[in-house]
C-alpha cells in the first residue's frame, strides 16, 4: 500500500493517485465488520479496539479517550512529543449505531446484534477516516505530508446532546486549525459529494413533558381536569403557537414522536406524557427556543387546568460550514473526481454534533454520496434497510487526503 504520485486538473502534484486494489478492498472489509457489530453510544468497545488495532499495525499510535471508548491519532507529530506546530487539520468520524433493527434482506454484512444496526452511516465515516489516516501515515513515511494531520474517533454522536462535548474537553482541538467530516446521504449517487457553505443541518433538541390532574369519570369532565384533551391541546396548540413566536424564517418547529395517557375507556386519567423534538433552522432562535417552547407549554397546560412538568434537553446547534473551508472541500473534490463531482445541497433539519466542534475552530462537513447511480429505490437514514454503495469509502478517502495535503499548500502559500 504505496500511493503513488500523479498530476491532476489542479496542478497539485502532492495528491496520491488511485487507491491501491488490496487498501481498497481491506477497506471494505472493515466496514462490513463493523456493520455486522454495531455498538451503541458510549459502548463502542470493540469497535474503538479495531480501530486502534489496524492503526497500531500501521506504526500510529492512536489514544483511546478517557471515557473508554473512541480514540484520536495524530499523523506527523512524534509518539508523546507536545505539538506546538502551525495548527493541524483534524478528521473526525463518529463510531456508534441505532438501537433499531437491520432490516436488510440477503445481506452477507447485515447486524449480527439483535436490534442494533449501522443505519446512519458512522461505519462509513469511520472506514473513511481511518482508511485516510493509513494513506496520510504511508505519505507521512515518505517524506510528503506538508503538516500533521489528526484523526477523531468520535463516541456517542446519536445520544444527545452527543459525545463531541466530551471529546473536546478531552482536548482534541489542542493545536488544531480546521476540521472536516462526511455524513452519508442516501440521496446522492456515489462518486459525488453535497457541499454547502453556511448551515447544512438544523439544531435539534428534546422535549419530554408530564401533565398531571386529579382524574376522574368521563360523565363528568367538568369535575376534573380532562386531562386527555389538555394532552391534545398541547399536542396541537405549541407546535401554532411557538411558530407564531419566532421569525418563520427560523424554521422553529416542535414535532411530536410519542404520547401516552390512560388505561381504560371511562376513566379520565391522573397522567399523561408528551414527548418530541424541537428543530431549528437559525442558531439565534435556537438558542431562546427553551424559553419560547417552555412558555408556550404552560400556557396551554394552564389554561386547561393541567399541572406540567417539563424536561427540556439541550441538544445540538445547527452545524454552520465554514465558507472557506468548504472551498477546501470542494477543490479537494474536484482535483481528484472533477467539477462534475460536487452538487450543491439543502439545509438538513437532521441535528449532528459536529455542530459542537465548529463553536471552536473553523470546519466543514460534505455531504458523502452513497446511492448506487442508476438506483431507483429512495431510501433514507435511520431505516433498518439502509445501506451504502462502498465504492463511497474510496471517494472519502480520497477526498479527505486530497483536503489534507491542499490545506496544508494553501497555508504554507
Sequence with gaps: MSPQTEADPSGHALLPGALPEQLRAELVAFRRDLHMH?????????TTAAIK????TAGLH???LPTGTGLICDIGVPDGTPYDGPAMLALRADIDALPIP?????CPYRSTVPDRAHACGHDVHTTVVLGTGLVLAELHRQGRLPRPVRLIFQPAEEVLPGGAADVIACGALDGVGRILAVHCDPRVDAGRVGLRAGAITSACDRLEIALDGPGGHTARPHLTTDLVTAAARVVTDVPALVGRRVDTR?????????????HAPNVIPQHAELAGTVR????EAWRQAPDIVVAAIDEVANLHGAKSEINYVRGVPPVVNDPSVTEL???????RRGPESVEGTEQSLGGEDFSWYLEHVPGAMARLGVRTP???TVRDLHQGDFDADESAITVGVELFTAAALLDAISREA
Excluded at 38 to 46: I, S, V
Excluded at 250 to 262: D, F, I, K, Q
Excluded at 280 to 283: Q, T
Aim: charged letters at 35%; one cysteine or more; aromatic letters at 4%.
Design 280 to 283: 431549528c433552522l437559525d442558531i
Design 102 to 106: 437491520d432490516t436488510k434482506a440477503d
Design 38 to 46: 454495531p455498538e451503541l453510544g458510549n459502548q463502542e468497545f470493540r
Design 53 to 56: 488495532a489496524r492503526l497500531e
Design 329 to 335: 472541500l470542494r477543490e479537494a473534490m474536484t482535483a
Design 374 to 376: 442508476g438506483e431507483r
Design 62 to 64: 492512536p489514544r483511546v
Design 250 to 262: 427560523s424554521g422553529l418547529a416542535v414535532t411530536w414522536g410519542r404520547v401516552e395517557s390512560g
